[in-house]
């Protein structure tokens, strides 16, 4: 499955919720030709100031339907972790990073920003024509074939004046 053609429909940068504890960051793409599949990258920080028994990353989906979620990569940064995971899922749906954290007494689960996913055709207008495009483009073509027809129409009643004694 090509991976061109891919363009980002939301990117959320920082929600704090006033913890020293960032929540996750979650940018989603979708396909241009196929809106069932979706790339959701979740960047979570991670903790070097505090010690954590145990953290997991994880893609919360909530949808009507069926779908299938697969873990494409996860890398560490110098700063952060970044899980990339391939939906296939039709719309309506959403999407919610989730970050564990198991302090040992105290367990956080902090969540991004929920990107809500639909197949709304004015959530998706760009993927045609737009409307003043076609307008603006008719017109131009309306006249460009009035001003042909009147310089042929020129043309031939200036040829008949000229062929009359």
Known sequence: MPLINL????ITFLKTTGSDVPDPNITVYR????RE???VLCKFAQM?????????????????????????????LDSSEICVFLVTVSPPASFTCVNELDFGLDVRNLSSLTYDYSGSVFDHH????????ICFSSFIAVGLF??????????IRSKTKDKRP
């Not at 100031?49 to 560490?76: A, C, G, H, P, W």
């Open 48 to 76: 070097f100031k505090r010690r954590i028994r145990f953290q997991s990353y994880k893609l919360s989906v909530d949808s009507e339907l069926n779908y299938t979620m697969e873990l494409l990569k996860r890398s560490s």
């Open 7 to 10: 363009k980002p429909t939301l």
């Open 146 to 155: 009035i001003m042909t027809a009147a310089v042929i129409m020129t043309h």
């Open 31 to 34: 396909q241009m030709e196929d």
């Open 126 to 133: 760009e993927e045609g024509l737009s409307l003043s495009y």
């Open 37 to 39: 599949n979706v790339i």
